[in-house]
């Protein structure tokens, strides 16, 4: 079954417009949580969230994670069209056998029109 | 210098053949990483691969095989290629056990096409 659960799966709004993303996650021994932009190749790191109520800010782009309801959201705020790209969830968690593992949403792909 | 490099970038090949997929990480990271990527952008995680341990998704069929020569390395041989392979394949690395967390850094990714 999914572990980590993105919404929605696609999205196409206005330049200028703001975008809210979700994640819901649900994994034992739970690490982090973090957030990548995917354009044309391999996925660009955006933020790491360990510590629920605490907001990480990048420019436009903000994330919080709540993990008392384990799930964690993506702001994006005046939007632009370079802002487009599949945005991927991932929870860092620890399995059974002690291994870490990385588990990723299935992005939500974000197109910004102008 | 490139954190995580993957070799070939693009890889046609026909269904039957055996190929392989090299990954090597300069970060001095203990755990690597291999993921598919299907047409609709789904990373879908393989294996995940420490110094001391192979995790494996149990949905990956046995054709697919990583080898780690070292902890830099973590190569993936495909035996027998079927056109459902046929997808882009990212090497991944990460050092979670130390004091600060730290992101996976990706490599570019390496596009099969089965033909």
């Known amino acids: 079954e999914d572990k980590v659960v993105q919404s929605p799966l696609s999205l196409v709004v206005h330049e200028g417009d703001t975008v809210t993303l979700n994640c819901s996650y649900e994994?034992?021994?739970?690490?982090?949580l973090l957030w990548y932009k995917q354009e044309k190749k391999a996925p660009t790191f955006l933020f790491m969230l360990?510590?629920?109520?605490i907001e990480k800010k990048s420019g436009r782009l903000s994330s919080i994670l709540d993990k008392k309801e384990l799930f964690s959201i993506l702001n994006i705020t005046a939007t632009q069209t370079g802002d487009s790209a599949v945005y991927l969830c991932?929870?860092?968690?620890?399995?059974?056998?002690?291994?870490?593992?990385?588990?990723f949403g299935k992005g939500t792909k974000l197109s910004v029109i102008p | 210098d490139t954190a995580v490099s993957q070799t070939p970038k693009y890889l046609v090949t026909q269904m039957g053949n055996d190929k392989s997929i090299k990954c090597e990480q300069n970060?001095?990271?203990?755990?690597m990483y291999w993921y598919k990527q299907d047409s609709k952008k789904f990373l879908k995680i393989m294996f995940s691969?420490?110094?001391?341990?192979?995790?494996i998704n149990e949905t990956v069929p046995n054709r697919f095989s990583p080898k780690s020569p070292d902890k830099a390395h973590l190569n993936l041989h495909i035996n027998s290629l079927e056109l459902g392979d046929s997808a882009v394949y990212f090497c991944?690395?990460?050092?979670?056990?130390?004091?600060?967390?730290?992101?996976?850094?990706f490599g570019q990714g390496t596009r099969l096409t089965v033909v």
């Open positions: 994994v034992t021994n739970f690490r982090s």
């Open positions: 360990t510590s629920s109520g």
């Open positions: 691969y420490n110094n001391k341990e192979l995790i």
């Open positions: 991932g929870a860092g968690w620890y399995s059974g056998a002690g291994s870490y593992q990385l588990t």
């Open positions: 991944a690395s990460s050092q979670p056990r130390t004091a600060m967390n730290t992101e996976a850094f």
């Open positions: 970060l001095g990271h203990d755990t």
